[in-house]
């Protein structure tokens, strides 16, 4: 590729993920661009982030994949000043209700509110309303079983919320397992 027809595609994919609010499918973006060879894809990418633009240190974007996608995003280091230019406030915080439900979603989708709710051993209605109204979550369909109760599963916003390129990203349930056990237990004889 002739290195003019490479810095259009790179400005081109720069600005197409400047002007879009969510992470955008690669596939979408070769689409546009005319490319079939992902390697090819990769490669662009690649020029982008190193040679072009976002591997500098005096640059403030970094690209990122997200939400099986990608988008341009602040560099992490710049985000106190950041913060002190637009008093950006904190994303709401998860209550432990709402995180315990998340994570049953996350790893059972989909699920009904009651097969939630026998999980946790309490009545869930209320961290997955606020989950919905967060949009962390939405209605996939019907069991069908008697009532017809909703099933849950989690949604793009999800992967973007917690950084996730898919849910494959997820820790296993081995390595959470694993992760509890490894921390210290406080002990009230020492």
């Not at 490479?6 to 600005?15: G, H, V, Y």
């Not at 969510?22 to 090819?40: A, N, Q, S, T």
């Not at 992490?76 to 995180?99: C, G, M, N, R």
């Amino acid at each position: 590729m002739n290195p003019e027809a490479l810095s259009r595609q790179i400005a081109l994919i720069e600005a197409l993920l400047f002007v879009s609010k969510e992470p955008v499918e690669p596939g979408r973006i070769m689409e546009f661009l005319g490319l079939d060879d992902i390697e090819e894809f990769e490669k662009v990418l690649a020029v982008m982030e190193k040679d072009q633009l976002l591997d500098r240190p005096e640059r403030g974007l970094m690209l990122k994949r997200s939400g099986g996608g990608l988008q341009l995003v602040t560099k992490p280091d710049l985000h106190d000043e950041l913060k002190q230019f637009f008093t950006i406030k904190q994303a709401t915080k998860l209550t432990i209700a709402s995180l315990e439900t998340l994570s049953i979603i996350a790893y059972r989708q989909p699920a009904t509110l009651t097969e939630i709710s026998l999980m946790r051993g309490v009545n869930s209605t209320g961290p997955v309303k606020n989950l919905l109204q967060k949009k962390l979550i939405k209605i996939t369909g019907r069991k069908q079983v008697p009532g017809l109760p909703a099933l849950y599963a989690t949604t793009p916003e999800f992967l973007v919320y917690f950084g996730l390129n898919n849910l494959s990203e997820l820790p296993s349930l081995e390595e959470l397992t694993e992760l509890f056990e490894e921390k210290e237990q406080p002990s009230l004889f020492k």
